[in-house]
């Protein structure tokens, strides 16, 4: 994205699952959007193995890079749910049980009349110097450190935690975006279309090909935190109907 | 994943659609998943902005780091597709009118009564020492240029572009893998599971957990390119039922 924003974001999906194709990955289409309603773009999304040495040098790469930090998956109780140790090696902090996620498991299994074993202790070891993200699902919290939210992978459970965030970031600046249809192709519209984006260099205008039976078109979407611009830049586009 | 391939791969998907969440990525599983099939792993995914220093950094960080790198999106007619320029820089090589790319178009658009303009012919534009990659779907080519293969971000041309390159990859160590279901939680068999895994190294074992109705399971996926190890580890984990 064009920096139409102050605040800028990379997400991480870790899972061996996502890479192998075996899973569809949804959970940042769904981050994004919810992002853009308070301001804060999507600048890199990155998918990443289950392998300890490269969530590590991902998390701190990508932490100096933008204001907020988005992680998605490994937080669960097995052996591949390497997550939270990853999170704390990268900050260089402890990994005790947190006493307050304890406290949510034992509630949690305690009502399902399930053992809190070990394997599902793990769950509430929680990087030294981090807020827990409420899973009103599970109960399993996700957790912040400094710019960096660590959340589930299953979707559910991380959409109910980015319901969370989304209150605590406030709304700066939120991103509007406007779509306009030609029904005319992309290289009938594309000279004129470079003209009109090169005059506004700031506002980020992509064209995306459509087919609709014979129909051969052009979705436009002009997207910038200000409104006017984007009627400006609209009405200019129009006049290539 | 582990390294259960000799040949490895890097994903970039180009395009500001997909980072604003306008857009469902879907390209990088099909690839994904076709590309197990020969026996190539994908050990990482990038989504990226159309931004040209963005691209060309993350084109020469992951076209050294994995034995193939696969691009989808910008090498269309607008502004806004900037692959093939950002590929050439990568690359420091020239990006002339690709003399069989252009023959491709003007064939293509005479049958169709389609003037072909300039925005049309900057589809010709292929960077030096590439091999040109069929599109039997609207004739502008993806290309390969050394481990690097550029391809159409528009789902059903990316896909038949696929189906060209993987019959060209071969065949090498094709990465199987088997998925067994337990119909206990996945906080039931972590203990468990963790000990199987450390004795098998080599061997990718992920666990997904998954409800149905009243049912906590967990679905095991042992992948690995000998069969027969596969059954071994196999054999341990259904004891775990």
Redesign the interface.
Known sequence: ??NISLRTSGIIII????????????N??????KL?TVGV???????????KE?IIECINEIRKKYTFVFTSGGI??????ITSECIASAFGVDLPINIEAKKLLENYYKLQN?KL????L?MARIPTGSNLINNPISAAPGFQIENVFVLAG?PNIFKSMVENIIKKLGNQNSIK?KTIKINK????I??K??DI??QFQTV??????FEKGEIKGTRI?I?HHDKKIIEKVGILIKKLK
Chains 1, 2 share one sequence.
Request: proline content about 5%; glycine content about 8%; hydrophobic content about 30%.
């Open positions: 994205m064009k899972g061996n699952e996502i890479l192998s194709g075996r899973t569809q990955e949804l940042s289409r769904y981050l994004a959007q853009l773009t999507v600048n890199e999304v990155r998918i990443i193995p289950d392998v490269k669960g109780p097995t052996h591949d749910d399930i074993n070990n394997a599902r793990r299953v975006s192709a992309e290289g009938e594309a000279e279309l470079s984006a090169s980020s205008i992509g064209s995306y090909p979407v997207t």
